[in-house]
């Protein structure tokens, strides 16, 4: 009998659990930063990055500018990666070239030109554990892991053969020993850090990865909903504007481009 009652008490706290996963998450404005602007990131110690044609702006969580970085290579493709604040990555498909910035925005090593490494197109890099690295490389349909010393450690399998698709990814990010790769027009397909295939998550239409507390955020239609990672529920994150453009998010802050500028948002209390 005891046992029976503490089975039915766990699920009672799942399904608790689970309603509280389910439930709307209530954003209010906190403010604005205004300036024109093509792509919003935030990291988690807050600071927020703001990239425009040639330059990237960082502020701290109260909008003060703290430094910014030019280079003719940002353009409205470049990609950013803020996972290891300290080793902040941002690559040009275009360009083929790698750059490594410090907190500062500063350029942690010369940067990279991949054509000189030998490879014919590499699509997309993303920040990896122990201040490694990776690239997928469309061509061969493979990831490929690298130290922090440009040493390549290990690289995947064919991933189209593998899954049987084509596959076209968008976006690449890891996240607590799980590297993610989105197709908008297949789903969301997790890997291993040692290149493994996972599972696929069936979410489509997504083109950018923003991934935080056991969640995917996406638009659809002009609103934000989060995916959970555990149990596939929805919910809907409240917002007082329609997302129209880009954005990103932590546990504590939500950053929304929009005509005026970077529009910045807490949780309601």
Same mark, same amino acid.
């Given at each position: 009998? !005891? ?14 659990? +689970? ?11 906190? $403010? ?23 330059? &990237? ?5 109260? +909008? ?7 280079? $003719? ?5 470049? $990609? ?13 498909? =275009? ?13 942690? !090593? ?18 990896? @554990?122990?201040? +490694? ?13 690298? =130290? ?10 064919? &991933? ?26 297949? +789903?969301? /397909?997790?890997?291993?850090? /040692?290149?493994?295939? &996972? ?10 990865? @923003?991934? *935080? ?6 638009? !659809? ?26 954005? =990103?998010?932590?546990? *504590? ?17």
């Amino acid at each position: 009998m !005891r046992i029976l009652r503490f089975f039915l008490f766990v699920l009672a706290l799942m399904a608790s659990a +689970g309603n509280l996963l389910s439930q709307e998450t209530s954003w209010s404005q906190y $403010k604005v930063l205004e300036g024109p602007v093509t792509k919003v990131k935030t990291d988690q110690l807050n600071s927020i990055y703001a990239v425009r044609n040639g330059e &990237i702006i960082k502020y701290d969580a109260q +909008g003060k500018m703290l430094t910014r970085y030019s280079n $003719k290579l940002i353009g409205d493709g470049v $990609k950013l990666d803020v996972t290891n604040p300290m080793k902040v990555i941002l690559y040009s498909e =275009d360009q083929m070239r790698l750059i490594f910035l410090d907190s500062r925005l500063g350029e942690l !090593r010369e940067e990279i030109n991949l054509f000189n490494q030998g490879y014919e197109q590499i699509s997309l890099a993303a920040t990896s @554990h122990s201040n +490694g690295f990776w690239l997928y490389d469309p061509i061969n349909f493979k990831l490929i892991r690298f =130290d922090q010393y440009f040493k390549k450690e290990r690289e995947s399998l064919n &991933i189209a053969q593998l899954l049987r698709v084509e596959f076209y990814p968008t976006d690449m990010i890891e996240i607590e020993n799980k590297v993610y790769l989105t197709d908008p027009k297949n +789903g969301i /397909y997790v890997f291993d850090v /040692y290149g493994n295939y &996972i599972k696929r998550i069936p979410l489509k239409g997504v083109n950018e990865l @923003h991934i *935080t507390d056991q969640r995917i955020f996406f638009e !659809r239609g002009g609103k934000l909903f989060g995916l959970n990672l555990i149990d596939q529920s929805e919910e809907i994150v409240q917002l007082e504007s329609a997302v129209t453009a880009d954005f =990103d998010l932590n546990r *504590t802050m939500l950053c929304l481009v929009s005509p005026k500028g970077i529009i910045i948002y807490t949780p309601k209390e």
